[in-house]
C-alpha cells in the first residue's frame, strides 16, 4: 500500500519529491523517486508485503520498465509463477509490484485483465516512451492526474498535483454544481479545472505530443443468470466465491485487523476469515460514549460480542469520541482535497485501528451488490406504481418501506423515467440550484444540468429489473465516488489500509447477475446474502434492521453543530467567493431551524463547501512553509528520519490549528 505520483514527459525528482511528501500519510514508511529523460515516477511506502526488499518504484530489466502501485496485488503469487514458467524472467524481490512491468512486458496493455486486487499503477515503457496509468474494476484506489506544459502529471491525492510548478489553481464550477446534488463530485470531474480522476475499470495511455487515451478495460455485466434457479444453490455458489475473496486477502506480511460492527457484511467475513486464517483473527467493535451514542448501538455491540466469542477472535471493543469534531473537521475535508457531504466516521474509526493493525478488512460493496439503500428498495415500488398508473388501475399493495417511508411518499416521488424518480433523493436539485445561486453563478452554471448528468448514467445499464439497474447505476457512481472514496482517504489518513472480499472480482461478477426477486422481496433486503450467512453467524446479526456506523450529526445540528455552520456561512464568509445568496442560505438555515428536518443535508453540504473553499481557494493549501513542522517515521531497516511535510494555517469560524498533509497538528 502506498501514495504515488510522477510525471510522463519530464525529469522532475525534486518536484515529484515535494508532491510525495504530501502523501506521507499514504506511506509513512519510505519515500523513492527514480526518473530518465523523459520520466519521473515516485512512491510513499506502507510496508506490508516483502518488509525489507518492497521499495518501489521497481523496473523490469530486459526492456527497461518502471513501475508502481497503491495498492495489493492479491493473486500476485500465482502470476510470478506464471511468468516465470514462461521463462525469460528474473525477480529480486517477494513483493506484489515488481510483477507488474513483467507481466506488461509479455501482455502488453492487456496486462490489468490478469490482475486481482485494488490498485492505481504508474508504468513507463523506455523502449516505446509509453507511459500508462491503470485504476482497479471497482474503484477502491484513487488516481488523478493532469496535462501541463506538454506533460502528463499524476498522484493519488489531488494535494499533490497542487504542488506542480506553474499550476494554477482554478474552481471547476460544474463540478460544484453536481457536488450540490450528490454530496461528492462525480469523477471524472474534480474540483479543479483541469485536474481530472481516471474512472474505474479505465487505463489511460500517453505518448509524447498525443492526447492521452483513456479507455475502459473490464466492464460488469448486470443480465440477469437464465433458467430456473434456486437460492440455496445461490447461496452456496456465493459462500464458495466469498470464501476465496477473504483468503485472498490474508495476504501480508503484517496482522490483519476485521471491523465487526455486528452487521451480516463485516461479521460474515470475520466468520470466514476465521475458518480459513493460519491464526486467531483480531477484531475491532466501536463503542460509543454516552453523548454521542445513537438507537441501535448496543445491539451492534451485543452481535459482535457474540460472534467474537463463536470464532475465538482477539477481540477489542474502542469508544468512539467526538468531542473534537468541530476542530477536526477542516482536516477531514483537507483529506478528500474535494468538499464533500458523505459518511466521515471512518476517519475516526481508522484512528483507533490503526494503533493495532496497518490493514483491515471490512464489508465495503455488499450493499450495492445485493440492495440496502432507499433506493434499492424503492426501485420494484416504483416500477409497479408507474405501470398501474399507465394501464388505469389501482398499483395494489405496496407496503412500507424499511426506512418507515410511508404509501404517500412513494405516490409523490413515483416518475416514469427512473432518472426522475433518483434525482428526487439527491440533496439540492437543480431547480433548488437555482434559487441558491448569486446572478453570476446562475449565468455561468446555465448549461449544466444534474438531472441530465444521471439521465446518461441510467441511459448506459445493462441490467433488467428495476432493482438490478438501481443497483447497476449506483455500482458506478455512488460506490466509487462516495463510499469508496471516504473508506479510502478517511483510513489512509492514519496510514491504514482497508480491503473487502465482496469486490473480489469473482464475487462482484456473480452478484451482479443474481435477479432481484433473490435481493430485496416485500422489503426484505439482501435476501441470498442472508440465506448464505445463516450457517455461520447468529439470527440476531442477519434479521435486524441495518444501522451503519454514521454520526449523530442531525442531533448535533440541533444545538453546537447549528451554531458552527451559523458562523461558517455567515454573508461575510458567503462573500468570499460569492456563488450563493446568502439570503437563501440564511433561509435554509431558518426553515431547519423551524422544524424542516429534512434539510439538514442541505446544511451540512454548504458547510462542507465552504470549509473546503476556505482551506483550498482562499488559503491555498498545501503550501511550503518551510520547517514549521516535521514527523519522525520509523523506517522498515528500523531507522529513523525526519520529513519535512507541507503545513498551513486553516482558519475557519471557530477553529484555528496548523494542519499537516490533511491531518492537525496535536
Known amino acids: 500500500m502506498c501514495g504515488i505520483a510522477g510525471v510522463f514527459g519530464k525529469r522532475a ?185 481516471l474512472p474505474p475499470a479505465h487505463r489511460l495511455v500517453w505518448h ?73 483473527i483480531k477484531t475491532f467493535t466501536l463503542t460509543y460514549n454516552a453523548e454521542s451514542s445513537t438507537p441501535g448501538k448496543d445491539l451492534d455491540l451485543k452481535c459482535a460480542r457474540e460472534i467474537a466469542a463463536r470464532y475465538g477472535t482477539d477481540h477489542r471493543e474502542e469508544q468512539m469520541n467526538f468531542s473534537h469534531f468541530q476542530q477536526e473537521f477542516p482536516a477531514i475535508i483537507s483529506h478528500f482535497d474535494e468538499p464533500f457531504g458523505g459518511v466521515v466516521s471512518t476517519y475516526f474509526l481508522a484512528r483507533l485501528i490503526s494503533q493495532h493493525v496497518k490493514v483491515a478488512i471490512s464489508g465495503d460493496g455488499s450493499d450495492e451488490l445485493f440492495g440496502s439503500y432507499l433506493s434499492h428498495r424503492m426501485a420494484r415500488p416504483v416500477s409497479e406504481l408507474v405501470e398501474a398508473r399507465r394501464d388505469g388501475r389501482e398499483p395494489g399493495d405496496l407496503g412500507h418501506f424499511a426506512s418507515g417511508q410511508p404509501r404517500e411518499f412513494l405516490e409523490r416521488i413515483a416518475e416514469s423515467d427512473e432518472h426522475l424518480w433518483r434525482l428526487k433523493l439527491t440533496v439540492f436539485s437543480d431547480q433548488d440550484k437555482l434559487s441558491l445561486y448569486s446572478p453570476d453563478m446562475t449565468e455561468k452554471c446555465a448549461t449544466y444540468s444534474s438531472q441530465e448528468h444521471l439521465r446518461r448514467v441510467f441511459s448506459q445499464l445493462s441490467a433488467q429489473d428495476p432493482t438490478n439497474r438501481m443497483l447497476e447505476a449506483e455500482f458506478g457512481t455512488q460506490l466509487p465516488d462516495q463510499v469508496l472514496a471516504f473508506t479510502d482517504r478517511l483510513s489512509m489518513a492514519h496510514s491504514l489500509e482497508i480491503r473487502t472480499a465482496f469486490l473480489d472480482t469473482q464475487v462482484m461478477e456473480f452478484a451482479a447477475r443474481i435477479p432481484e426477486r433473490f435481493k430485496i422481496r416485500d422489503q426484505d433486503v439482501k435476501m441470498v446474502l442472508k440465506r448464505a450467512a445463516r450457517p455461520y453467524l447468529p439470527a440476531s446479526a442477519i434479521d435486524r434492521p441495518k444501522e451503519g456506523f454514521v454520526l449523530p450529526v442531525n442531533q448535533w445540528l440541533q444545538g453546537w453543530l447549528f451554531d458552527y455552520a451559523k458562523a461558517a456561512l455567515s454573508p461575510d464568509e458567503l462573500a468570499h467567493h460569492g456563488l450563493f445568496k446568502a439570503t437563501e442560505v440564511n433561509s435554509i438555515m431558518t426553515r431547519f431551524q423551524a422544524g424542516e428536518s429534512q434539510l439538514a443535508n442541505k446544511i451540512l453540504s454548504l458547510l462542507s463547501f465552504q470549509i473546503w473553499y476556505d482551506i483550498y481557494m482562499a488559503q491555498a493549501l498545501p503550501v511550503p512553509l518551510g520547517d514549521a513542522a516535521r514527523l519522525i517515521v520509523e523506517q522498515s531497516d528500523g531507522q529513523r528520519t525526519l520529513v519535512d511535510y507541507q503545513v498551513a494555517s486553516v482558519s475557519v469560524p471557530g477553529v484555528s490549528q496548523p494542519i499537516i498533509a490533511g491531518n492537525p497538528v496535536s
Request: proline residues 5%; glycine residues 10%; negative net charge.
Open 208 to 280: 509524447r505530443g498525443q492526447a492521452p487515451v483513456v479507455e475502459r478495460y473490464w466492464a460488469l455485466d448486470w443480465t440477469p443468470f437464465e433458467g430456473p434457479l434456486d437460492e440455496g444453490e445461490l447461496a452456496e455458489e456465493l459462500i464458495r466465491l466469498l470464501k476465496i475473496g477473504v483468503k485472498r486477502r490474508l495476504v501480508s506480511d503484517v496482522p490483519i485487523g476485521f471491523f465487526l460492527s455486528g452487521g451480516i457484511d463485516s461479521s460474515l467475513s470475520t466468520a470466514l476469515a476465521a475458518e480459513v486464517a493460519p491464526g486467531r
Open 13 to 197: 525528482p525534486e518536484a515529484v519529491g515535494r508532491m510525495l511528501r504530501v502523501l506521507a500519510h499514504r506511506g509513512p514508511d519510505d519515500q523513492h523517486v527514480i526518473h530518465g529523460e523523459d520520466y519521473t515516477l515516485g512512491a510513499r511506502r506502507l510496508s506490508i508485503i516483502d518488509l525489507d526488499h518492497g521499495r518501489q518504484p521497481l523496473c523490469e530489466d530486459q526492456q527497461r520498465i518502471w513501475g508502481s502501485q497503491n495498492g495489493e496485488i492479491y493473486n500476485f503469487r500465482e502470476l510470478r509463477e506464471e511468468l516465470e514458467k514462461r521463462g525469460g524472467h528474473r525477480f529480486a524481490t517477494d513483493g506484489d509490484t515488481e510483477i507488474l512491468p513483467h507481466l506488461y512486458r509479455e501482455d502488453g496493455l492487456d496486462f490489468p485483465s490478469k490482475l486481482e486486487g485494488m490498485f492505481a499503477i504508474s508504468l513507463f515503457d523506455e523502449s516505446l516512451h509509453r507511459g500508462i496509468l491503470v485504476r482497479d474494476r471497482a474503484g477502491k484506489k484513487p488516481l488523478y492526474y493532469t496535462e501541463h506544459e506538454g506533460c502528463l502529471w499524476y498522484a493519488s491525492e489531488i494535494k499533490a498535483l497542487l504542488l506542480i510548478p506553474g499550476f494554477e489553481r482554478r474552481m471547476n464550477l460544474e463540478a460544484v454544481h453536481h457536488f450540490l446534488s450528490y454530496k461528492n463530485v462525480p469523477s471524472p470531474l474534480t474540483i479543479f479545472e483541469g485536474i481530472k480522476m
